[in-house]
């Protein structure tokens, strides 16, 4: 396995973790495959050779202790693997779980693993990383094991990164389709996790059918406000709904968190194909999800494999985020228009109720949302939620999965799986190209006694970008003057004969041009300094757009976006950027 130095991106696993498989149902939808699948395609994409490999060590019995009672560990480390009628009746005790002999190391590995992927990030030896592992954890409480889920993965790493770290805000944002209840039961009276969870609910109708699934359910004691519950009442949700969701909900809240780090509960039974969810969310916007994490806790995002059972889209999107911790860029999201109207209630609902204990949430906030709320809760009383009282002694041990397909509709969703795939518009793995710097001293040359817009501003640029290193690491590109062509692109041949004079006028002359009143000045040096920054701006474009760099900073004076198209205007003479706009579109047709 190689490893990689100095790499953005940790990742961990391990091959035991493919052997933990329900014994008595051997096509049971929480397989092997699903994280086969994940390690073959991120392997075809060579995404692993780019990543730090953190060795998955089985997890001590201590840092179990961190979220799981005694009672409980005790009783799975002699659980009676090798009969498999015993195994049956000691399963049943618990809701949707299945053991084999691998379980239980299995289960071990995918803590220690995920704890030790947490050292490398707390360390500095990545900036982030993604745990492959299964069993998945987000279902399982300090007593119980339940729905897939062994220990609980994201909770245990959680408390480490407190109790080790130090860290005062953990944020863990839960996308995977099911509400991550075992999670939420663990910090539901503490405001050191934030935690976040978008799931499938149809008020109450879905599993885990809990009531403090719904949004009403925000944390008690130092904890409230920091359980943050956003249910989907609703299947077949699309990109649109979940980015909704996350520009008007997530993202406010997570940033007004502040958090020292983040992770995530990444189930991908959301994404379009998998028969549990329902959804329709394409692969490629777990790579914008990620993105917009990227942002918070100075980069530090840990992911942890949690459901996913559409073996395509399941791969896919595991793929497209790694890619997205990797710094790949993002593809062109589609379908993002509007959402569905169940999301706008919910999110007004979640607006509403959070509103007291997050300032960004106090924008836009609707007088329908009372309504909303009193809507919601009277659909979810006409529910049989899951309750202690009503809960069975023994559970069935049959999958219980139900795939209700007309022949058609699995046709349909196969053609759109496949379209999703091949949608994405990097099949070979994009290495990552450099950021691109121009600078020239000439700019400094223009020049008007103590103006504010001086050639010591991009000195100060420069000097800044230096001292920092910033420049060893960009590949520089050289500057040039723009053409008359070029300039007029934007500009008026009759503005630009006229700035031209100004090389030649003398003193007197320049000072007679009336200027002051739309905020210029000239000098001898004003054109061909103007042409300088224009003609680089353009030399930038052209090396981006020839994919010499994936970005590049135009460190250029005198600034543009003032100028008219026959004047000049604020400080500004040719337009940088509406010339760039124009060339993109003549010499590369770019449409939008
Ligand atoms: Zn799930
Ligand atoms: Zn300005």
Not at 103 to 113: C, E, Q, R, W
Not at 149 to 159: D, E, P
Not at 301 to 310: I, K, N
């Amino acid at each position: 396995m190689s490893t990689k130095a100095n790499a953005i991106t940790g990742y961990t696993y391990d091959d035991l973790m493919l052997k933990h498989e329900c014994p008595w149902a051997k096509d049971h939808h929480e397989s092997p495959r699903r994280l086969s699948s994940i390690l073959d395609r991120c392997r075809e994409l060579n995404l692993f050779d780019r990543c730090l490999f953190v060795k998955s060590t089985p997890v001590n019995d201590n840092d179990i202790l961190l979220y799981h009672n005694e009672s409980l560990l005790k009783k799975l480390s002699k659980a009676p693997v090798q009969n498999i009628e015993q195994l049956k009746q000691f399963c049943q005790e618990y809701e949707d779980v299945y053991m084999n002999e691998y379980t239980f190391d299995a289960a071990k590995l995918a803590v220690g693993g995920s704890l030790n992927l947490l050292d490398s990030i707390m360390t500095n030896q990545c900036r982030n990383g993604f745990a492959l592992v299964r069993p998945p954890g987000h279902h399982a409480s300090s007593n119980e094991i339940n729905g897939f889920c062994l220990f609980n993965n994201v909770v245990i790493t959680a408390k480490a990164a407190i109790e080790k770290y130090n860290a005062q805000r953990v944020l863990i944002l839960d996308w995977d389709v099911h509400h991550g209840q075992g999670t939420q039961y663990a910090f539901y009276d503490t405001n050191k996790v934030l935690y976040i969870s978008t799931h499938r609910y149809e008020h109450g109708a879905y599993w885990p059918q809990l009531a403090e699934s719904d949004f009403d359910h925000i944390g008690e004691g130092d904890g409230r406000g920091f359980n943050v519950n956003i249910p989907l009442n609703k299947t077949g949700l699309k990109n649109a709904d979940y980015m909704y969701i996350f520009f008007n909900i997530i993202l406010p809240i997570a940033y007004e968190y502040d958090p020292d780090l983040v992770l995530v509960s990444a189930g991908y039974d959301l994404a379009l194909g998998c028969p549990e969810g329902e959804m329709k969310v394409t692969p490629d916007t777990f790579a914008h999800l990620t993105h917009y994490l990227k942002g918070l806790a100075n980069g530090k995002v840990m992911v942890l494999l949690e459901g996913g059972y559409c073996i395509d889209t399941l791969a896919e999107s595991a793929a497209w985020t790694l890619r997205s911790l990797l710094g790949d860029p993002c593809s062109p999201l589609q379908a993002c228009a509007n959402p569905d109207l169940t999301v706008k209630k919910t999110v007004a609902c979640c607006k509403n109720i959070l509103k007291d204990y997050w300032q960004s949430l106090r924008i836009d906030l609707t007088e329908k949302s009372q309504v909303w709320i009193e809507e919601a809760l009277h659909k979810r009383s006409l529910n049989e939620l899951a309750t202690n009282e009503n809960r069975p002694t023994q559970y069935d041990l049959t999958p219980t999965l139900i795939i209700d397909r007309t022949e058609e509709q699995s046709k349909k969703i196969q053609q759109n799986i496949k379209r999703a795939i091949e949608l994405a518009p990097h099949q070979k793995p994009l290495e990552r190209g450099p950021t691109l710097l121009v600078y020239d001293e000439l700019m400094r040359k223009f020049s008007v006694g103590n103006h504010c817009e001086r050639p010591g501003r991009i000195v100060a640029v420069w000097k800044g970008l230096k001292s920092r290193g910033l420049d060893q690491r960009c590949t520089m590109i050289p500057s040039r003057h723009a053409t008359k062509d070029e300039i007029l692109l934007v500009h008026t041949n009759r503005f630009y004969d006229d700035l031209e004079t100004t090389k030649t006028q003398t003193k007197k002359e320049l000072q007679k041009r009336e200027g002051v009143s739309r905020s210029v000045d000239y000098t001898n040096e004003v054109f061909d300094n103007a042409l300088l920054a224009a003609g680089s701006c353009l030399n930038m474009v052209d090396a981006i757009m020839t994919d010499k760099g994936r970005n590049g900073f135009a460190i250029i004076r005198p600034p543009g976006h003032h100028a008219h198209s026959g004047m000049d205007y604020g400080f500004c003479y040719f337009n940088n950027v509406a010339i760039c706009a124009r060339y993109l579109q003549k010499n590369y047709n770019l449409q939008r």
